[in-house]
DNA sequence: TCTTTGTGAAGCCGATCGGCTTCATATTTA
DNA sequence: TAAATATGAAGCCGATCGGCTTCACAAAGA
């Protein structure tokens, strides 16, 4: 089965799990309530993106909470790296017509 | 059909693909040759990936030049400035961190 | 102890995915 | 004009996806 954190984000619903729980630790149940679909099926998107290592769990009594691993969303930074120095240059070039047109108003 | 630029940097020859193309423009036969698949599927994610906007096409006689439309590129990172905040603050706890060590070692 | 609550696991189902093969079409070249 | 080349489209197939329902189990509370 094909496990990573493209295939993670993929999802619409685990986007917005993830989201969510960006602000602080969620309860499977807690999680559900944001969204219309069941609370097994959150759950299936929850253990996918721990399979990632996108999630940590914090058990307290019989809940158990998921929390983001932060680190992990660093991946999806670190491959936009390539292309990084390619979208500031599409930015520059941009500056330099505003400039241009700037100029050209003088 | 679900198709978002999500979906589409899920399958990692997809991704592959991009970064190939993110060098210079390629037509499909010159980029099926790094891989290990039919022409007829990188065809087919090529669809997908203009289906998504992902990329252009330059026709050049009964050549299709493909190239990487930079600016969609934009769209995952904005998407990660909502984490951003939060992996930057991660990186200050570590250098905290390292900055503690450092001086201990003094 | 019995009931409620929070959770995970298993299995079903229709839709989609990502390969493949085959075919159609347009352009170039001999 | 005929053959070779570059490409896209359609359809097949097994695997996976993302919902669902049902069930099992542990912790908390009456």
Redesign the interface.
Known sequence: MRR?I??A??D?TR?AI??LI?VHAMTPNAIAEHFDITRQSISKHLRILSECDLLAQKQDGREIFYE?K??K??E??I??D???K??EE?FQQLDQVLFTIKNKKK
Request: hydrophobic fraction near 60%; proline fraction near 4%; avoid cysteine.
């Open positions: 990573d493209f295939q984000i993929a619409p986007r993830l989201v960006a983001l932060i680190d969303m660093k999806i930074d491959w936009l390539q292309f990084r390619m979208m599409r």
